[in-house]
């Protein structure tokens, strides 16, 4: 099954939206325009229900389907939120706001969605009820908990729900997915050393905590080299080390931040208990104390093995099976999405982005060739989960 004849039809319109919404991005729970412009759209293509204001900024809109068949209802989610990265490209829509733009494509998740809720909403067919949720926040803020703690799957009677994400790299027209671990769960290091000030030309009558921070930094590095199993997967990556304001003094304190990830709960545990011992003992064979505050993020994203085996296969009416990969490797990234699955069973799946910019760059750019297979794909998982 190619894309569908309709939504080819929508291409233009679907890509003028992702344009404006490229326009005007806007951070974490403060998507007011956006929430806005979409509660609009959705209003206008009939949904019979358009809901504001859940997970704080989230919007929800509900279609309902011809009578008989299944009253089965299944939720499809795109988030709504931009990153505060200055954009570096001379598009003539680019970000119209310093400091902030859409560098990992959820304008393009976005604007697929709306394009599918417009497509379901005028044509209805297919029985049961399509729920279309749009998230704010996933870009560290929990948009997606926030919305599940806010009632979504039980107010709206959800029982399965599918997200779908762009792939930098992978070909136009192609999909990845696979069943199990997909996305890493994310939590926070903040470490806290304190040493004894003093002046760089008398070392020896202070502690350095510069030289601690650095000795922390290779020695949590052990943890994952050996105490996690080889044959499973943990990253712990340091990304700020925050220390002194000049060129000749030995700071009495630093602090270092970065983040541990994990694809299984064993490891993870294990990664919560091991580091704050090599942080304290590192420190306190320089002399100096060390506290790392370990704060759980996002958890595993996890696909449920019948419903990635279903969006594989409506992902192939699309592109065609060969162009789906169902042993796409796990990924060390995390997404919020696991909240939802977390709630209800359904599966998480990748889209081709074609030769761009790397998610989270600067000149990262979703491909609006992606439109038509992205909407497509929400069009036949309905159609083909809720048979008229």
Aim: charged share 20%.
């Amino acid at each position: 099954m190619p894309i569908v004849n309709r939504v080819a039809d929508l291409h233009a319109d679907i890509t003028e939206w992702r344009r404006d919404l490229h326009m005007h991005p806007e951070l974490q729970y403060d998507v007011h325009r956006t929430a806005g412009s979409v509660a609009d759209k959705l209003k206008a293509f009939g949904c019979d229900e358009v809901v504001t204001g859940l997970g704080r900024t989230g919007v929800v809109g509900v279609i309902r389907g011809k009578k008989g068949g299944t009253s089965k209802t299944i939720g499809l989610r795109a988030d709504m939120d931009a990153l505060p990265i200055e954009e570096a490209s001379d598009l003539p829509y680019k970000s119209t706001v310093p400091g902030k733009m859409h560098a990992c494509g959820h304008d393009g998740h976005t604007a697929m969605l709306l394009g599918a809720a417009r497509y379901l909403a005028e044509t209805r067919n297919f029985s049961g009820t399509a729920v279309v949720i749009f998230q704010p926040a996933e870009e560290g803020g929990g948009g997606g908990k926030a919305m599940v703690d806010d009632g979504l799957m039980d107010r709206f009677g959800i029982q399965e729900v599918f997200g779908m994400h762009n792939y930098p790299g992978m070909p136009v027209g192609a999909f990845g997915i696979r069943p199990g671990p997909m996305m890493a769960a994310a939590d926070a290091l903040t470490i806290d050393i304190e040493g004894v000030g003093a002046h760089a030309a008398r070392p020896h009558l202070g502690v350095d905590t510069v030289l601690v921070g650095a000795q922390i930094i290779n020695a949590l590095q052990s943890v994952v080299s050996r105490n996690v199993d080889p044959l499973k997967s943990a990253v712990v990556s340091i990304c700020m080390f925050r220390a002194g304001n000049t060129d000749n003094v030995i700071p009495q304190t630093v602090q270092l931040r970065g983040t541990a990830r994990s694809l299984a709960p064993e490891v993870r545990d294990l990664l919560e208990k091991r580091l704050p011992v090599v942080v304290e003992s590192t420190a306190q064979a320089y002399g100096a104390k060390a506290r790392l505050t370990y704060k759980r993020g996002y958890p595993v994203l996890v696909n449920h093995e019948k419903q990635t085996e279903f969006a594989a296969s409506v992902a192939g009416q699309i592109a065609g099976q060969d162009k789906v990969d169902t042993g796409l490797p796990p990924m060390m990234g995390a997404e919020d999405f696991s909240f939802m699955l977390n709630a209800r069973p359904g599966a998480f799946i990748w889209i081709g982005n074609g030769t761009s910019a790397g998610l989270h760059h600067p000149s990262y750019n979703f491909n609006d060739e992606v439109i038509p297979f992205g909407t497509s794909y929400w069009v036949k998982l309905v159609e083909t989960a809720l048979p008229a």
